[in-house]
């Protein structure tokens, strides 16, 4: 019995050895975004043949071709704990990837990343929806309008003190107070306080004169950018835009700032409206490799979170790569033929994890290039579990001896419930990302088609 988990090791080590393939692929050849989801999707196609033929066909085959009242009663019991245990592995998955992910584990996946500044950016939109519903400017447009001109307000904090513009600055923004108090020293208006709520800096921008006016922040202050640039192409884009500027310059010379005054409720509408509008536009723009990096600072152990998060992805494949291993020894030994070691590959199955394993970790680390995480970090991750896989695959070749077949049915569905929810949680929502939805289809039947044929060396 020794040998026989000596051997699931070996294959443990065959199949995930394709990690460190990827990841140096990724690391050192810049490869292009379109291949790279190509790929993840033929991976993806090899894995779903792979745990359809291995881990769920047995146990259907079982139920098929049962004989007898007894027999066929058990095969049913079976195949029932083979479902329960796909939809537990399935909600375990989520459920520790979600953990992993709130801690950095997200930077390991661009669909994660994507996801996550989705996330972040709508959280932004939907307070600063809130915020702008306070600005007449804003508020007295159609809320389809305002969903586009809220896509160009960047966010800018200032330290009580700082100087937001100068007297004789060429104007490149015009402001809007989110929080905080802004101080406008001007010829006309002397100590002048903006609060939240207020617009300052557009009159420049209308008149194309420099500033005549200084602006501090008497406090610390948050603040919605809108660059002159975006200015004026929402005023061209957008008429009522241009048209509520000018009325908002007419109200500046003539009574300061005028407020819309309405009920709370009302603001809410409107800004429900708008968000709804938000949600029927354009996505936004994808996260620089600034805001990446921000990402991955934010998180202190961010690298163990990756680490971890890789390793949730191949703790069900390991495992059940041992039992696989096992189930083909007891095949033969029950044929009386003896076992070797090439007699009792589980081919469909390493093809699978070993075509999948290699454009998750050139994906993955090139991800991780981006973020700046050192080399040697990278590819000891990788290594790492190259060597936990060999380790599970060991594992579940060592304790399936001594489990009954019930059991084994349930690992064999938490592993095929975890992984099908992996494949279409991260792997083919990052391939259509990267690539063509229609060659992502092709690449994941091209994969799921080499995987199948490797049945052919059993």
Not at 105 to 133: H, I, N, P, W
Not at 189 to 206: K, W, Y
Not at 229 to 251: G, N, S
Not at 286 to 299: G, V
């Amino acid at each position: 019995m020794e040998f026989y988990v000596w051997w699931a090791f070996f294959v443990g080590i065959i199949s995930s050895i394709s990690l460190l393939f990827g990841s140096a692929v990724g690391i050192y050849f810049r490869i292009p975004s379109t291949i790279i989801g190509l790929l993840a999707a033929f991976g993806a196609g090899a894995l779903l043949s792979a745990l359809a033929i291995e881990l769920v066909a047995p146990t259907v085959f079982d139920l098929t071709y049962a004989e007898g009242p007894s027999e066929k009663l058990e095969s049913q019991y079976n195949f029932v704990l083979l479902l329960v245990g796909a939809v537990v592995g399935g909600l375990l998955f989520v459920l520790l990837d979600q953990v992993i992910n709130q801690n950095g584990g997200y930077l390991r996946k661009t669909v994660y990343v994507l996801s996550k500044a989705a996330v972040d950016k709508e959280k932004f939109f939907k307070k600063a929806m809130q915020d702008v519903s306070h600005v007449s400017l804003f508020y007295k447009l159609d809320p389809e309008d305002m969903s586009v001109v809220i896509g160009y307000l960047k966010p800018k904090f200032c330290h009580a003190g700082d100087t937001v513009y100068s007297r004789g600055d060429t104007p490149e923004c015009m402001y809007v107070v989110r929080n905080g108090l802004l101080t406008v020293d001007g010829p006309d208006h002397p100590d002048l306080e903006l609060g939240r709520g207020e617009i300052v800096g557009e009159m420049a921008l209308l008149k194309g004169t420099n500033r005549t006016a200084q602006c501090t922040a008497k406090k610390d202050t948050e603040l919605l950018v809108l660059s002159a640039e975006d200015f004026h192409f929402l005023r061209e884009k957008i008429p009522e835009f241009d048209q509520e500027l000018r009325q908002l310059a007419i109200h500046r010379f003539e009574e300061n700032i005028t407020h819309v005054e309405s009920e709370t409720a009302e603001r809410q509408k409107w800004a429900d409206l708008a968000m709804n509008a938000l949600h029927h536009g354009d996505s936004g723009d994808l996260p620089t490799r600034a805001d990446l990096q921000k990402q991955y600072n934010s998180h202190g152990n961010a690298a163990f979170a990756i680490w971890l998060g890789i390793m949730l992805d191949a703790i069900p494949e390991s495992f059940v790569l041992g039992l696989a291993v096992l189930t083909l020894i007891s095949t033969k030994v029950a044929m009386s033929v003896e076992p070797t070691f090439f007699s009792v590959l589980p081919y469909t199955l390493i093809a699978g994890l070993f075509l999948s394993n290699f454009p998750e970790a050139l994906s993955s680390s090139a991800q991780m290039k981006k973020e700046g995480m050192a080399i040697w970090k990278i590819l000891s991750l990788w290594g790492s579990l190259v060597v936990l896989t060999a380790v599970g695959a060991a594992f579940g070749a060592l304790i399936g001896d001594n489990v009954s077949h019930s059991v084994l049915v349930i690992v064999e569905g938490l592993a095929a419930g975890a992984m099908l929810t992996m494949i279409c949680a991260a792997m083919l929502p990052e391939a259509n990302h990267l690539a063509d939805n229609n060659l992502v289809g092709l690449a994941t039947l091209a994969g799921f088609i080499s995987s199948v044929l490797f049945k052919l060396l059993e």
